[in-house]
Structure formats: structure tokens, C-alpha cells
């Protein structure tokens, strides 16, 4: 009896161990086919897409022209959340505080590959943390300066800062910004101390120009463009290696003797990371078939920008890469974490 009521026991553990797993099978299968479904009904609500500066300016247009873009092909609004400050750390901490469901993106550019460098106790990983899905526009910056400034080669710029050390003042728009590099960059490269003055965005600091309040800024210089055409701002070169396409008749700084000199602006967008593979895929296709499409070229080119779809695996690439070659110069420039 003892060895059948065993034999039994043992069955019946069995008949409960199989049952068990047919229920864990059961889950499992459940779980994977909710995640399916939401990710096949991705979006099913309006996104957000947080830009780490304030409105006006390349990045913001840049933003907006993405947010009508991807929205046609998402079938869900997408509102553009302005939010200036901390080098964009403001704006990061914003992005991870919010579900990883691919219904907050991010438009990030210079300032954000630099924050390990620029930050103190940097509360997240840019390379961890967050995952790339493609630049979105590359533009070239301007050397830009008031009328005031009897420049008008970029040779004029150096000989006036040699003779004035820290008086001639730069606007960026802001602390580790694109604009504040290209400064910094000219300041080493050129041997002059041009005095920085950081902004809350490019638009704050090309209007500090043409108030007078600064004499120079390292913008796009395309949103400078009815300022130079009357007469109150004067383009003088561009920060690109060789002469941008879009504005050909204007020289690079690297021409004009500051031998090495390039700055390239860009801007990429991301998401949290941990979002769902199928989620990155579709919004990384959307993204690409949005930058191809005519309407985001010509938007892009009013700002003398020209669209940059790449791949994800590019793109962290050259996040790894931005990160590297600015490196040395903030520390050459003597920019201190915040």
C-alpha cells in the first residue's frame, strides 16, 4: 500500500508539474501577445517630443518640422515641449521620467553628447540610458557679427580680438551648445580670446547680436538671413570644412586662415531606452521615410539644412565619436562642470 500511495503521490506531482507549466506556457504566450498587439497599435495616443531648448532657432524648426512629418505617418498628434536650461539635462531628466513606450521622443544635439563632460554627477548615461534612432539635420554655423564691428573677412575678426583680448563678446545658445563650441574652437584655433555670453537658445543669442549687446555669434545663419539681407547682421564665413551647398558664395573659416577649423551642426532624435524593439523599428522607418520626403527637405533647407537619415547603429556612432573630438577642447577651453 505504502508503494502505491508513492506511486500515486509521484503522479500526481507530475500531473501538478505539468499542469504548472502548461499555465507558465499559458502566460508566457498571453504576454507576448499583448506586447504584439500594442506594439501593431503603436501609437495609440498623441506623443510628446521634448526639445532641450527654447523655441525659434534650427532645433525648434527642426523639431516642429519633424513632429508634422511623423505625424502623418503615425496617425497620432505630436506636440513639441520646449524645455530650455541645464545643458539639456533638464530636458533628459524629462525624457526618463517618462514611460519607455515610445511616446516621448527627443530631439538632442551638441549639448547632449557633451553633458558627461559638462555636468557634475550626471544623474543618467547618455549612451545607456537613452536609444538612438537617427540624426535628423546637419547645417553648417555662421560667423555672424553686427555692423558695428568693422569686420568683414575673417582675418578682420582676428586681428580686432589680438588687439581687444576678452572684449570682443560671442552669444551661443547656451552652455555646451554648438554655437558655444564653434566659439571655442576659434578662440584655440585662431589664438584670440573672444569673451562667451551663453543664451537660452540660438534665437536669444542671434538677437544679442543684433541688439549690440554682443558682437559675434557661431549660429545658423540662416535664421540670421533678413537681418544680413538689410543690413543690420553680416555673414562673414561658414563653420563647415568646405562651403556648404546651400550657401555657396560664402567662404568657410577654414579657407580664410583659421587652418582647421570645422563645426558642424546636427540634431538626432531619440527615445528611452528599453523601448520595445518593434516600437524602435517602426518609429526609426517612419523617421527615414519622413527626412526622404520632399516636404521635410525643403523645410530643412530654409534653415540651410540638409536631412541626415542614418541608421541607429550610425548614429550612436557618431554620438561616441562628437563626444571624442570635443573632448579636449572644453578641456583646452577651460569649461568647467556645471
Not at 541645464?86 to 547632449?112: M, W
Not at 558695428?148 to 547656451?174: C, H, M, Q, Y
Not at 573659416?253 to 577649423?261: A, L
Amino acid at each position: 500500500m505504502a508503494e502505491g500511495r508513492v506511486a500515486f503521490d509521484a503522479v500526481t506531482w507530475r500531473m501538478r508539474g505539468t499542469a504548472a507549466g502548461a499555465v507558465t506556457a499559458i502566460v508566457a504566450v498571453a504576454a507576448w501577445t499583448a506586447l504584439t498587439v500594442r506594439a501593431q497599435t503603436y501609437p495609440d495616443h498623441a506623443l510628446r517630443l521634448i526639445v532641450p531648448l527654447a523655441a525659434g532657432g534650427g532645433n525648434d524648426a527642426a523639431a516642429r518640422m519633424i513632429a508634422l512629418e511623423l505625424a502623418k505617418r503615425l496617425g497620432q498628434q505630436i506636440v513639441v515641449d520646449n524645455r530650455p536650461g541645464g545643458g539639456s539635462v533638464i530636458a533628459s531628466n524629462l525624457v526618463l521620467g517618462a514611460p519607455a513606450d515610445g511616446h516621448t521622443l527627443y530631439l538632442v544635439s551638441t549639448a547632449f553628447s557633451l553633458a558627461p563632460i559638462l555636468q557634475n554627477k550626471l544623474p543618467f548615461d547618455t549612451s545607456r540610458d537613452f536609444a538612438p534612432l537617427s540624426r535628423v539635420g546637419i547645417s553648417p554655423g555662421g560667423l555672424i557679427v553686427h555692423p558695428s564691428l568693422p569686420v568683414r573677412k575673417v582675418s578682420d575678426l582676428v586681428a580686432i580680438a589680438k588687439a581687444r583680448p576678452g572684449e570682443i563678446t560671442f552669444g551661443s545658445s547656451g552652455l555646451g551648445g554648438g554655437s558655444h563650441l564653434g566659439g571655442e574652437l576659434f578662440n584655440l584655433l585662431a589664438q584670440v580670446k573672444l569673451l562667451h555670453v551663453p543664451y537660452r537658445g540660438s534665437a536669444m543669442a542671434t538677437t544679442s547680436v543684433l541688439s549690440g549687446e554682443t558682437s559675434v555669434a557661431f549660429n545658423n545663419p540662416t535664421s540670421s538671413m533678413p537681418h544680413i539681407k538689410a543690413g543690420r547682421l553680416r555673414l562673414v564665413a561658414v563653420t563647415t570644412a568646405a562651403r556648404w551647398p546651400l550657401l555657396p558664395d560664402t567662404p568657410t573659416i577654414h579657407e580664410s586662415g583659421v587652418r582647421g577649423y570645422e563645426h558642424l551642426i546636427w540634431n538626432g532624435l531619440m527615445v528611452r531606452a528599453g523601448t520595445r524593439p518593434a516600437v524602435l523599428e517602426r518609429l526609426h522607418k517612419e523617421l527615414s521615410a519622413a527626412l526622404k520626403s520632399p516636404q521635410a527637405t525643403d523645410m530643412l533647407a530654409r534653415d540651410s539644412a540638409l536631412p541626415a537619415p542614418e541608421t541607429p547603429e550610425a548614429f550612436a556612432r557618431f554620438l561616441a565619436e562628437e563626444h571624442k573630438k570635443w573632448t579636449p577642447v572644453v578641456r583646452r577651453a577651460g569649461i568647467t562642470p556645471l
